[in-house]
């Protein structure tokens, strides 16, 4: 198979957004770092190793050729599923928040759903590839992959980590589209997720909670409706230019999470609308690079990877943006490349690696179609 030079303007806006993440970090944790671990740098140390180790990992995975993860596919789902499962195992299992998401070993915790991100692209490239026309049969095509991502989806669910199941419920849909999938099928496993959805949400105490603030936050400033309060100042006082990188407010113990799930609330009011707008455009950009990779990749397997793994990122991104400005109920998702989060952004690098090594790739190889 001929090379092609990798997609350095996706390699650059990936760079951008991860450099960018590191600034805010640091900006959004400095002061409550200080206060909690007497030491500013605490986040930004911590960052800088995942930062590093990210880019060692995205390096080292554009130079793996992407048709070994066709092979790999099975295996990467079992490994999923048993990390999935030692969550919940005593004295490995890490709880935080009343949510039990991590593994916590020698002081450093791994959070296994951000990896169930990828084995689901995998698995659902390898099945779309594979099965291709046969998608469009029931039995065959469409029953087997949902009920795995199913399944996988059931783990991260009991982790109470609802955002990460929507979102991998949601790109695992937009591909079964992009495959070829039924309409009338999509149509069905929607309709049956309602009822669970809706016992979800509301069977839950604080889930219930989330939307009745989501509905009227200011019923419920004082609890459940305080941070997406706090969210709303942050970017009112941002305005067009902002108060300048480092002056903001709402990082002063306002609002809850400011270096993790919403520091883009920080970003708002720290870089204004200015900045705001240049972030989004970032994510715009990397969606029109990752589309034009699928587009352009050798095989159905490469197609598919790409589409995954562009839709995994940007749509996280966009739930993320409509989280933090009120468009959505609160809930716990990082945004890609810039919050807080060693796992998130190392897998997030792993999957850039991916869709370079995919975009270097040159003439058509049918051999996995």
């Avoid at 900006?27 to 960052?47: G, N």
């Avoid at 070994?68 to 999935?84: E, G, M, R, S």
Wanted: glycine share 10%; with cysteine.
């Amino acid at each position: 198979m001929d090379r092609r030079p990798i997609d350095y303007p996706l390699l650059v806006v990936a760079l951008m957004l991860m450099a960018i993440g590191m600034l805010m970090v640091y900006s959004a944790s400095a002061i409550y770092a200080q206060d909690l671990y007497k030491d500013s740098y605490y986040f930004l140390k911590k960052e800088m190793v995942f930062m590093a180790a990210g880019l060692l990992l995205m390096f080292s995975v554009k130079s793996i050729n992407y048709h070994i993860y066709y092979k790999l596919t099975y295996p990467l789902l079992l490994v999923t599923v048993l990390l999935l499962m030692v969550t919940f195992i005593p004295g490995i299992g890490h709880k935080a928040g009343g949510a039990q998401r991590w593994i916590g070993i020698a002081g450093i915790t791994v959070q296994p759903s951000e990896l169930a991100k990828l084995a689901v692209i995998i698995f659902m490239a390898y099945t779309m590839a594979k099965k291709k026309e046969k998608m469009k049969n029931f039995k065959i095509g469409f029953l087997p992959a949902i009920g795995v991502i199913g399944f996988i989806a059931g783990l991260v669910l009991l982790q109470k980590d609802l955002g990460t199941t929507f979102v991998i419920c949601l790109v695992a849909f937009l591909m079964f589209f992009i495959g070829g999938t039924r309409l009338s099928y999509l149509a069905a496993g929607i309709v049956a997720a309602i009822p669970a959805l809706y016992f979800l949400i509301f069977a839950v105490d604080y889930r219930r909670k989330r939307i009745l603030a989501f509905l009227n936050p200011w019923e419920h400033q004082m609890d459940e409706g305080f941070q997406i309060i706090q969210s709303y100042v942050a970017f009112n006082s941002g305005g067009l230019t902002g108060t300048g990188l480092g002056q903001g407010k709402q990082k002063l113990f306002y609002l809850p999470a400011a270096h993790t799930d919403f520091i883009f609330s920080v970003i708002g009011e720290e870089l204004g609308l200015i900045g705001v707008f240049c972030i989004l455009g970032l994510f715009i950009f990397f969606l029109f690079r990752g589309t034009k990779i699928a587009m352009k990749a050798p095989d159905l397997f490469g197609s598919y990877l790409a589409i995954g793994i562009t839709a995994m990122i940007t749509s996280q991104a966009l739930i993320n943006f409509a989280v933090v400005m009120g468009l959505l109920p609160t809930k716990g998702l990082p945004l890609p490349f810039i919050s807080h989060g060693g796992t998130s952004l190392l897998v997030v690098s792993i999957l850039v690696g991916i869709l370079l090594n995919i975009s270097s790739q040159g003439s058509k190889d049918y051999a996995h179609e």
